[in-house]
């Protein structure tokens, strides 16, 4: 099948039936997952939207017989993206299960940037503090400042990423198997440690955290 045609199909009722019951399973998962600081409704946007046959402006997802799962994306002016097809159940679920532990945690890190960084600034060597907008000849441009903390843990300044990555990481050890959570964990380092120089941010897999080495 083309991407095209991934995008039109439409499932007859046993092969929604087979989509019905993998979203539920994932969101089954993900709520047996203990996340208190995460708000339900954040949780439940995202996997509904996530796990729509026919999410509007975005995609389509969906199961075709003895062709198994499949999730199309739509792109900018009409570019489309076969994000997989043919997949099986478990491949299928481990696949929106990453995509989903990814988009909750971005969605909690960035609604609650500010207080994420006010608790945990004391940690980091430097935290860029926002002063607002200024407007000059009817350009607008973001103003900020760098503070120095003291009894600082991590040398760097301070990167919201290490609680997204973190977050997601959590949420994925307990529903991956560990060689998918293992690929995570290697695919998110090697995220927080792009540009990096003469340092490494290193996934403490006890611990759950991104330890900073030199």
């Known amino acids: 099948m083309t991407e095209r045609e991934f995008l039109n199909y439409q499932m007859n009722d046993a092969e929604m039936r087979e989509w019905e019951n993998l979203a539920a399973e994932i969101k089954e998962q993900f709520f047996s997952v203990f996340?208190?600081?995460?708000?339900?409704?954040?949780?439940?946007?995202?996997?509904?939207?996530?796990?729509?046959?026919?999410?509007?402006?975005?995609?389509?997802?969906?199961?075709?017989?003895?062709?198994?799962?499949?999730?199309?994306?739509?792109?900018?002016?009409?570019?489309?993206?076969?994000?997989?097809?043919n997949l099986s159940f478990e491949e299928a679920k481990n696949s929106l299960i990453k995509e989903c532990a990814h988009d909750v945690s971005?969605?909690?890190?960035?609604?609650?940037r500010s207080a994420l960084r006010d608790r945990h600034k004391g940690a980091w060597h430097y935290c860029r503090i926002d002063d607002?907008?200024?407007?000059?000849?009817?350009?607008?441009?973001?103003?900020?400042?760098l503070e120095e903390q003291t009894n600082?843990?991590?040398?760097?300044?301070?990167?919201?990423?290490?609680?997204?990555?973190?977050?997601?990481?959590?949420?994925?050890?307990?529903?991956?198997?560990?060689?998918?959570?293992?690929?995570?964990?290697?695919?998110?380092?090697?995220c927080m440690n792009h540009s990096m120089t003469g340092k490494k941010w290193i996934f403490n897999i006890e611990q759950e955290e991104y330890q900073l080495q030199t």
């Open 35 to 85: 996340l208190p600081d995460i708000p339900c409704e954040i949780k439940e946007d995202i996997l509904n939207r996530r796990t729509m046959a026919k999410e509007p402006f975005f995609g389509s997802r969906g199961y075709i017989h003895n062709r198994g799962y499949y999730s199309i994306q739509e792109g900018d002016k009409g570019s489309l993206y076969l994000h997989f097809s």
């Open 106 to 112: 971005y969605a909690y890190v960035s609604q609650n």
């Open 132 to 145: 607002g907008i200024e407007n000059v000849n009817g350009t607008c441009r973001m103003l900020s400042h």
């Open 152 to 190: 600082w843990i991590y040398d760097e300044e301070y990167d919201y990423r290490k609680y997204w990555f973190e977050l997601l990481l959590y949420m994925e050890k307990r529903m991956l198997p560990a060689q998918e959570y293992e690929r995570e964990i290697a695919y998110y380092q090697e």
